[in-house]
């Protein structure tokens, strides 16, 4: 079964410096259908206006990855970590037993587009953490290239949960399949451009909800960029 979650039903908020659409609950929108999917609890589609941000902040007890489409985000946090994130490149952030931080938009012209990705830990209290990694646009150009997963392999940042996050960049008539295993469910955000997911057609920022499923197909409609989750 694939339930599309389509982009102009999100949850939204304009405060001006920060234009969010909000795939699930978050903040002060609260959707009781829509609190998370398996272990994903949040995908926030978030632009930000040059030299504007999020200032310093706590959280506890959550995997927080960050995927730039366009721009450069600023992170600071009280592990000393001071870095920049740039399209191509993830970023997770094991928030633990407690961390704070911050993000910027590093840009004092430009805006940053960004999606901010909450994902439930498999455990509570643990020590906080950061990596990031860059990807190459060879990598995910017509496949689909783990980014994320919870042993870390090929490359791919550590999830602390039973989760692989790939991305893919699908022109019209590139084709990607994944198949999902006995019991695993999983969730496909389109970031940029429109795909048929198994025939059926998704739109920039269109999520789809698949549980039943034994294998996903991606084909390329325009332009596309692409995560999807394979979760537990």
């Known amino acids: 079964m694939i339930t599309i979650r389509h982009r102009d039903e999100r949850g939204a908020v304009n405060m001006g410096w920060l234009n969010s659409k909000h795939s699930f609950s978050f903040g002060h929108y609260h959707d009781p259908a829509h609190m998370g999917f398996r272990a994903l609890r949040v995908i926030n589609d978030d632009r930000v206006i040059p030299g504007a941000g999020f200032p310093t902040h706590g959280h506890a007890d959550m995997e927080i990855v960050s995927y730039v489409l366009d721009g450069a985000l600023e992170h600071k946090d009280t592990l000393g970590t001071s870095s920049v994130i740039r399209p191509g490149e993830v970023q997770r952030m094991s928030a633990g037993s407690g961390i704070r931080h911050s993000e910027y938009n590093a840009s004092k012209t430009d805006p940053v587009h960004f999606l901010q990705i909450w994902i439930l830990p498999n455990e509570e209290g643990m020590i906080p953490g950061y990596e990031q990694r860059a990807f190459d646009r060879e990598e995910k150009q017509g496949r689909l290239r783990l980014v994320g997963s919870r042993d870390g392999r090929d490359g791919s940042v550590t999830i602390h949960q039973d989760v692989?996050?790939?991305?893919?960049?699908?022109?019209?008539?590139?084709?990607?399949?994944?198949?999902?295993?006995p019991g695993r469910h999983a969730w496909v955000q389109?970031?940029?451009?429109?795909?048929?997911?198994?025939?059926t057609l998704l739109k920039e920022g269109d999520g789809a909800a698949v549980s039943g499923e034994d294998a996903l197909t991606l084909d390329g409609v325009v332009g596309a960029e692409v995560l999807l989750f394979d979760l537990a």
């Open 164 to 181: 692989d996050l790939y991305a893919t960049l699908l022109e019209e008539g590139d084709r990607v399949t994944h198949e999902l295993r």
């Open 190 to 199: 389109v970031a940029r451009g429109q795909v048929r997911l198994n025939g």
